[in-house]
Every structure is written in structure tokens, then in C-alpha cells.
């Protein structure tokens, strides 16, 4: 299990978001809350977490809405869906949206607590122990800090390196600025700068220079995503 874990609970409830939250908290997790759909959804694309707690049944946004639309964004942060509806057929529309896990109320804490730490483990165990990437034919080594195209050796500089490790390492999600900033940066604020786009704009000209397939796209609104096509 990792040292730190972050999570985000989108509960309407006051008072089992209170409590869930303390829970959380005492239990080692860093636990976020939104108690809206719309504020739920903001903080889940716009901030990095290990695992997404979402209530079924939400004012402004209902919480299968918020998995159906991260997912078509490309979050592909685990999510585990709370629900009054525990039927089968519920349970069945919950995981079609893009949900991971599906608990029915009502629960224990110490099962929901066990669930997000399953989690957690299924999305640390995916990508972050790989030691080389691929995105169609663009390779990246962190051993031997080499990148690839074609064949073709590219040149970058160690920022330059590490904002593609990271992009390539969640590949097919969009990566918000916030994200950057806290991974390749180190910041955690908004230096109100635009010391991302620039080394975006120099990273997209050494890795596309001369190819006809793009590969970084710009996700307007929202982020950055590295992408193969089919």
C-alpha cells in the first residue's frame, strides 16, 4: 500500500460526509469533499487522487453523469460508486459507467475503507513501477532516459523528459495544469505563468517534427492528453 493516499468523497449527505471523512482522515487517508455533482466533477478533473468516492444520487449532477464523463475525458482514476439502489440491475448500470466498485447503502466503514484501499493498489500496480512507456510509435526509457520515435533518437532536456514521462504514463487521460504543475513542477500553486505551454509547444515540435501522426493534443478546457490513434 502506498505511504500517502488521496482521495475524493462526492457526498451530498452532510452528516455521513462528516463522518466518512473523519473516518478517512483518522484512518491515514487524505480525504477531499464535495457535496454537489458540478463541484464534485471540477475537483476530480482539475486534482490528482488515487481513488473517487461518488454518491449515486447528487444534486446539479447525478454521480453516474460525473463517471461517464471523466471517463470519456480520459480520468481513468479508479472510482467507487455508493448507492440506496443495490440491485442487481443498479449495480450492473453503475460498472457500465465506468464505475470500478459498486456499494450499496447501507455499509460499514471498515468494508468501504478496505474497498478504496483495493483500489488504490489496482491503480499503483499499473503504470508508475513500468520502466518504459509506448504510445504508438513513441518510446520513452527512465532507465536510460532515451526517447524514441520511428527508430529515431530525440533529444530532450530533463524537464522536457520528465512532463513526457508523466504524460505518457497516464496516456489516453487528459492531464490538467494542475496536475503539471504539482508532478513536473513540484508547485503546488499557480505561479500564474505560462511555463506549461511553452514547454508543451517545444515537447510537441521535438516529437512530432517530421511525423504525420499527431500525438499531443491540447483538450480544450480541460488539459493536455498524449494519444495514439487507432
Known amino acids: 500500500m502506498k505511504e500517502f493516499m488521496k482521495i475524493l468523497l462526492i457526498e451530498d449527505d452532510r452528516e455521513a460526509s462528516t463522518y466518512l471523512v473523519k473516518a478517512f482522515r483518522e484512518s491515514g487517508i487524505a480525504a477531499d ?18 481513488v473517487l468516492v461518488i454518491d449515486r444520487m447528487l444534486p446539479k449532477r447525478d454521480g453516474l453523469s460525473i463517471v461517464s464523463e471523466l ?32 456499494l450499496p447503502k447501507p455499509y460499514a466503514f471498515s468494508e468501504l475503507h478496505a474497498r478504496v484501499e483495493v483500489l ?43 512532463l513526457l514521462e508523466y504524460l505518457m504514463r497516464n496516456a489516453g487521460q487528459v492531464v490538467t495544469r494542475t496536475m503539471l504543475l504539482e508532478h513536473v513542477w513540484d508547485y503546488h500553486f499557480d505561479p500564474q505563468t505560462n511555463v506549461i505551454d511553452v514547454h508543451i509547444s517545444r515537447l510537441r515540435s521535438k516529437i512530432e517534427k517530421d511525423f504525420d501522426q499527431p500525438l499531443l493534443r491540447t483538450v480544450r478546457g480541460a488539459g493536455y492528453m498524449i494519444k495514439a490513434d487507432s
Open 120 to 162: 488504490a493498489r489496482r491503480k499503483v500496480g499499473t503504470r508508475e513501477s513500468e520502466t518504459s512507456y509506448r504510445v504508438g510509435d513513441l518510446e520513452l526509457d527512465r532507465l536510460s532516459h532515451e526517447v524514441r520515435r520511428g527508430g529515431r533518437d530525440i533529444t530532450l532536456q530533463p524537464r522536457e523528459f520528465r
Open 71 to 102: 471517463r470519456r475525458l480520459g480520468n481513468e482514476t479508479p472510482v467507487l460508486i455508493l448507492s440506496a439502489l443495490g440491485q442487481v440491475d443498479d449495480r450492473v448500470t453503475g460498472l457500465r459507467a465506468g464505475g470500478d466498485d459498486y
Open 33 to 50: 469533499h464535495a457535496a454537489d455533482g458540478d463541484t464534485g466533477f471540477h475537483m476530480a478533473s482539475e486534482n490528482t487522487y488515487d
